[in-house]
């Protein structure tokens, strides 16, 4: 199979051809060219989808794994920043292109000052502060005083710093640098200052105002995205998801495993997220060889064997390649590396048990990519649009012959054959509003369906997502014992210590167990409707098909024509991604599901105040001290606890109901439109030559031969043409089987 991109190529250059077909029909009369813009709109619908599809590659895996380094090999250019920070939750995407141009796009001020609002809730001494803004001096100022007051138990949670710590101490730090630059969408670094790029991605004070980092490099990977993601094992289960959220729109997976670790339990549980998203086919694995980690070939085949036992767990005959990624970018930059690589490049490629295997891998990895990505892209887009090319030119070839023995007949004999061809478009025309109407009750009902369906899956009451959701949550246990030294003093940091567990256990819930459950729905219902949609089409297309036989035989027959063979392939609609890429239609980001916000900070503290007029009575005006210290703290701490629960089930089942609309009404039922207009247009191509309006050609047929002639030469031409065309589309069909 030819290359994916020299294919694409191709097809660009006959559509360019038939656009030409249109310019030399410009010298017709005005009576013969309405047929033509039907085509020429069809023409620059599938020009636009094909120009607009991305094969979309996510690079993933756990941090420290190489992913970046593998990128780098694989596209021969040291682009991305090795080693760069974990805090934050950019995407880095590649693409082929002339130059080297880095695009940073950077989070509104609002966007900015809602993941600090997030971050501060419950945050100690902040209790007064509503709707922080980080262009104000004083905000940050306090912020950073309350940050550097905590104490380090409250900067630590699951043995780690606390996420919303290093959040906020990322922006506050990185905001008097970047301030100037929040006035633009983007930065762009071109050619000679590209590199300076790492500056953002290689500091967490910097990358934390980035949203999406888009890079060109000159490459001959065309129309091939390559995304650079997250550590699957960030900390942070924001990052989880808005890795997730991308895996929803790639075509192909590579999952990235280090040699010096093998596959670890983090692994092993963000490949089971991948499996029950429903996308564990589209994976390939990379074990990137650390050379300096391994003392031999056999040491070294005894770890990837392990690893590939363990890997068969979570898929059945994984596709596997082990390669150093580092090698080979060293090997493909040799004039460009530091010296000290270059010494540690050549110790490497004299062992040549290590670099032989290594190379070999590389070879067979490329090979396996490279026919992955033409074959099931071909397959998914380019078959179709070269199938609706060839029904174009089909059609185009039709007119053009019928026009030309109309005009090359005599008048009695032409108004004759202009009345029948007629009578038999009226039919024709008859079936096409029947079509119409019919297809139009299709979408209401299928729209029902489709609504009915998501309703119940995100149903609050009788849904098990969200039935699962919410047992989490009033099953969460605080453990107490933690908290026995609390006192009226630390009441605040206590409670903005439980608060981040019990948010962060719930956000990690949402994004291994929940998130995976939705998209797995949502791929699964999108499959439905296609075939859904493909099973109504047959008998509409069978209808099509008579009424265009009958046409055959009693018009093109007599013409010495006949039914051409494109008019009897089956229907093939569009793949789901073609159409959201044309309509750019996206998926709502899952992630923003997580965005959830409580208010129990003040219902805890007046509990709190309840407690200690409580024990202030108690304590001095009965003059009875409290013998077995009644934990007041602990009182107030659990009543908070109580009402986190509650609001946070409230704030999570108000986000999904949120997330469910969003998904039926700017999602689903805009595929299911597009998927029906879709078919509409397919099944008009299939007799669109039969429905140009011929009775115009009857004020032509009383021109002076000298006109018919020269129509009858331009018809020609345009034949000639057209067949050459017609050959050529042919040709790069067999070269895509």
């Known amino acids: 199979m030819e290359n994916y991109y020299l294919l694409k190529k191709k097809l660009f250059k006959i559509i360019q051809d038939i656009n030409n077909l249109f310019l030399m029909a410009n010298d017709l009369k005005e009576s013969l060219k309405p047929a033509f813009y039907y085509w020429k709109n069809t023409l620059n619908s599938v020009n636009k989808e094909i120009s607009e599809d991305i094969i979309r590659v996510a690079v993933v895996g756990a941090i420290k794994s190489g992913k970046s380094t593998f990128i780098n090999s694989f596209l ?16 880095t995407r590649l693409r082929g292109g002339e130059k080297l141009k880095a695009t940073l796009f950077l989070k509104s001020i609002e966007e900015i000052n809602s993941d600090i609002n997030r971050a501060v809730i419950l945050l100690p001494s902040l209790n007064k502060l509503e709707d922080i803004d980080i262009r104000n001096s004083k905000n940050r100022i306090t912020i950073d005083n309350v940050l550097n007051s905590l104490l380090g138990d409250e900067l630590i949670s699951d043995n780690t710093r606390n996420i919303n710590s290093v959040l906020l101490s990322s922006y506050i730090k990185g905001y008097e640098k970047v301030k100037d630059l929040l006035k633009h969408e983007t930065i762009i670094y071109e050619d000679d200052e590209f590199k300076k790029h790492h500056d953002f991605t290689g500091d967490d004070n910097l990358a934390v105002f980035l949203r999406d980092i888009a890079l060109e490099v000159k490459s001959d990977f065309r129309d091939i995205e390559i995304a650079d993601c997250q550590g699957s094992d960030s900390v942070n289960p924001l990052h989880l998801a808005m890795i997730e959220d991308y895996l929803m729109v790639t075509h192909l997976i590579i999952y990235v495993i280090s040699s010096r670790t093998g596959l670890r339990r983090a692994d092993i549980r963000f490949l089971n997220i991948i499996k029950k998203m429903g996308i564990i086919d589209n994976i390939i ?6 050379f300096s980690e391994h003392d031999s070939m056999d040491s070294l085949n005894t770890l990837i064997e392990k690893i590939k036992g363990d890997l068969s767990i979570v898929k059945q005959n994984p596709q596997i390649f082990s390669l150093s990624g580092l090698y080979n970018l060293f090997q493909a930059n040799t004039n460009k590396i530091s010296l000290k690589d270059t010494e540690r490049f050549k110790q490497w490629d004299n062992d040549k048990n290590f670099t032989d295997f290594s190379n070999k891998e590389t070879k067979l990895f490329k090979k396996s990519f490279t026919e992955k990505i033409n074959k099931e892209r071909y397959t998914l887009l380019l078959q179709n649009h070269i199938e609706r090319l060839n029904l174009i030119l089909s059609n185009i070839l039709h007119w053009i012959r019928i026009n030309q023995d109309i005009f090359t007949r005599d008048k009695e004999s032409a108004y004759k054959l202009i009345d029948k061809i007629n009578y038999h478009q009226n039919k024709m025309n008859q079936l096409k509003d029947m079509i119409k109407t019919t297809l139009d009750g299709v979408v209401l009902k299928i729209k029902k369906e489709a609504g009915y369906e998501i309703d119940r899956f995100f149903d609050a009451k009788y849904g098990e997502l969200l039935k699962d959701l919410t047992n989490f949550i009033r099953e969460y246990n605080v453990s107490y014992d933690k908290y026995q030294k609390i006192d009226n003093s630390n009441f605040l940091n206590i409670l903005f210590m439980v608060f981040n567990e019990f948010r962060e256990a719930i956000d990690h819930y949402i994004a291994e167990s929940i998130n995976p459950r939705v998209m797995h729905f949502i791929i699964n219902y999108e499959r439905k409707i296609k075939e859904e949609l ?15 036989s009958e046409y055959s035989i009693a018009i093109l027959e007599n013409l010495s024509l006949s039914l051409n063979e494109d008019q009897r392939n089956s229907i093939d609609l569009l793949d789901i991604e073609s159409i959201k890429g044309t309509l750019s239609l996206k998926l709502p980001p899952i992630h923003t599901i997580m965005r959830y916000s409580t208010t129990i900070k003040t219902e805890a503290m007046l509990k709190l105040g309840f407690y200690k007029v409580k024990k202030f009575f108690r304590e001095r005006i009965f003059k009875k001290k409290d ?21 946070t089930d409230k704030s999570i089942i108000y986000h999904f109901k949120d997330y469910k609309e969003n998904i039926k009404f700017q999602y689903m039922f805009k595929i299911i439109d597009a998927l029906v207009n879709n078919l509409y247009e397919i099944l008009m191509e299939r007799f669109q030559i039969y429905f140009s309006d011929i009775s115009k050609i009857n004020e032509l ?11 009858v030469d331009i018809l020609k031409e345009m034949e000639k043409a057209s067949n050459k065309i017609h050959e050529e589309l042919f040709s790069i069909k067999l070269q895509g089987l």
Do not use: C, W
């Open 76 to 91: 021969e250019g040291d682009y991305l920043k090795r080693g760069a920070g974990v805090v934050t939750s950019i995407v």
């Open 534 to 548: 493909s099973a109504i089409s047959e008998p509409y297309d069978k209808m099509i098909y008579e009424a265009v």
């Open 701 to 711: 047929i009383n021109n002076n031969q000298n006109d018919k002639d020269k129509i």
């Open 285 to 290: 694995f990379i074990i990137n060889i650390d």
């Open 627 to 647: 013998s077995k210290n009644i934990r007041s703290e602990i009182g107030a701490l659990k009543h908070g606890i109580m009402k986190m629960k509650r609001e």
